[in-house]
């Protein structure tokens, strides 16, 4: 049975930038499930399957329907426990949580800050709308003020962000350990949401981070490598 | 067979302010482990069973001598198998390692502004000298230049480093899950430095982790708790 995923897409369906979306794909991949992507822009996200506020990934499979990356990674681990693990057990889930909010509070922010309206530039235009509404009520200012403030091209917040990450793979291959986990998909989601928006095959991360970064796009024949970028402004 | 712990101390042998003797602590506690502490001041700790370098905390446990409170922790789950699980198997110990990365990154820096004059003013006067000699070279300036630079009394640099754990905290009881593994130890390590070498017993967090650092106070018969505060200055 083919699991479908719901993925958030810019104008072009191919581009699909979201960072929890790849989260789910990456996880969809390491269990070695079957999927389709069904891409869905940022004003049909809500009403996916008939809901009224989801969040995108969704995904279904059969008739089951699981929103949110992590809870997707827990659901694939209890309905298919043949497949490679991917959260690492209770404890493993449980550190995973810890991994994930220093990565929505860390490495989000730096990404965004470098990204936001290469996001806003890739979208149709009743994205756009939406967009703009929902990101200058978050931030309290426009794109415009924010991609002035923030938008230098100065990669040294996000390395500064990558460091407990950098610090362990100077000890280990992966946050997994010897092999990716879905904590590894937790940070590689940002990074490949900035690859992806910005439209540059090669982010300049520093580091071990490169080298961990570079063996995750090649996984799964090269499935975050080969996917189409945004045109770069 | 009784597990020895060399523990960094003040001129009081009592307080024992290391965080990193604190996770060492919590772990032998956890696993319900017999031990006694050896109290080892700044300048014997090169020395320690025999070093030349050695770092505290160590353990020697029958014939063994391990070192490295993380070291610490793999080692006693593998010596004690049938003593509860401390680092949560592989994916969990690989995880840990990122978490005490976050922990040495974030946590540490914040709290070491807090209280690194109270720690010199805890030590006998050979290990200050040793202290002062180090941590100026460390840091590049004088202790009291160090101190007059950040020791403001503002606890809220140490609150916004913790916000991935008092996110977590949102979530489950403990970063281990519904019951604390060697990745509480590791945060609750520098909260207890601070505690201890401050010299005061409640520190002015906020939000869930105000009851998640209570709970490990209490645990093993209040250890944390009723362990020797330096005098306040």
Redesign the interface.
């Known amino acids: 049975m083919t699991i479908k995923i719901y993925e958030l897409c810019g104008a072009d369906e191919q581009v699909l930038f979201s960072p929890h979306c790849w989260k789910t794909r990456m996880s969809l991949a390491h269990k070695g499930l079957d999927y389709e992507v069904a891409p869905t822009p940022f004003t049909k996200v809500a009403t996916t399957e008939g809901g009224e506020s989801r969040k995108i990934p969704v995904i279904r499979d059969a008739e089951t329907i699981v929103e949110d990356s992590f809870e997707i990674a827990k659901y694939l681990d209890r309905q298919y426990p043949d497949a490679p ?1 991917l ?13 994930i ?2 990565s ?3 490495v989000h922010p730096a990404v965004v800050k470098l990204c936001l309206m290469d996001i806003f530039n890739s979208l149709a235009p009743v994205d756009k709308e939406h967009f703009r509404t929902s990101r200058e009520k978050m931030f309290g200012k426009t794109l415009e003020e924010f991609q002035a403030q923030f938008n230098t091209g100065d990669y040294s917040g996000l390395n500064t962000a990558l ?3 950098e ?2 793979l100077r ?2 291959s ?4 010897k092999a990716p ?1 879905f ?1 590894d998909y937790v940070v590689f989601g940002p990074l490949q949401w900035l690859r992806v928006a910005k439209g540059i095959g090669i982010l300049p991360l520093e580091g071990k981070v490169v080298g961990w970064f570079d063996s995750l796009l090649d996984m799964y024949d090269g499935m975050g490598r080969v996917t189409k970028l945004a045109q770069a402004a």
Request: glycine letters at 16%; a neutral charge.
């Open positions: 693990d959260v690492g057990g209770h404890a493993g889930a449980a550190m995973t949580q810890m991994i909010n220093w929505q509070t860390q460091l407990p990450l610090l362990t000890k280990q992966y946050i997994g350990g986990l904590a």
